[in-house]
């Protein structure tokens, strides 16, 4: 199915992708609990980690957190919001949100979509960029998340 095939005169063109950074977040034990609303919460403190990408080296400052609700399904609704100190010493916040599944490696694999904050200067376009996010986490490790960050080019 395409634009052309319910009505539009031209078609769009198929989406383009760039690798921005990788990600590894570093969380804390997690804090769990019922809800009122009938699921289950998990808050994950984010401790620390590194992000790598051309021109955005940096180091995620301890203070961020995953908030997590598990789904039916066995899958996790997240939100993450940290920060990330650059090399030159510019901070920058992400919000990932997204969807995490069990996988059958017996971590966890999902999407995310990426948002920065930034101030005004050089990193100015990670605000305007559109970003989705790849997200992995490993069998047997509680306490890190892997993550690439992948802009959609116009």
């Not at 769009?12 to 034990?29: C, D, M």
């Not at 490696?105 to 790849?134: D, I, K, M, N």
């Not at 960050?149 to 116009?154: D, Q, R």
């Amino acid at each position: 199915m395409r634009v052309t095939d319910i009505g539009a005169k031209a078609a769009l063109p198929k989406p383009e992708i760039a690798l921005r950074a990788a990600i590894r977040a570093e969380i804390g034990p997690a804090v769990e609990f019922e809800t009122t609303h009938g699921w289950t919460r998990s808050v994950c403190p984010i401790t620390g980690g590194v992000m790598r990408g051309e021109g955005l080296d940096g180091m995620i400052i301890p203070g961020g957190a995953d908030f997590a609700q598990l789904l039916p399904d066995g899958s996790y609704a997240i939100e993450a919001r940290y920060c990330v100190r650059l090399a030159d010493g510019v901070t920058v916040m992400i919000t990932n949100a997204g969807r995490m599944f069990p996988h059958a490696s017996g971590g966890f694999q999902g999407r995310t979509r990426a948002a920065f904050e930034t101030p005004a200067g050089p990193y100015a376009w990670l605000s305007e960029a559109v970003f989705f996010g790849t997200a992995q986490s490993e069998r047997g490790d509680d306490h890190t998340v892997f993550i690439e960050l992948w802009e959609a080019l116009l």
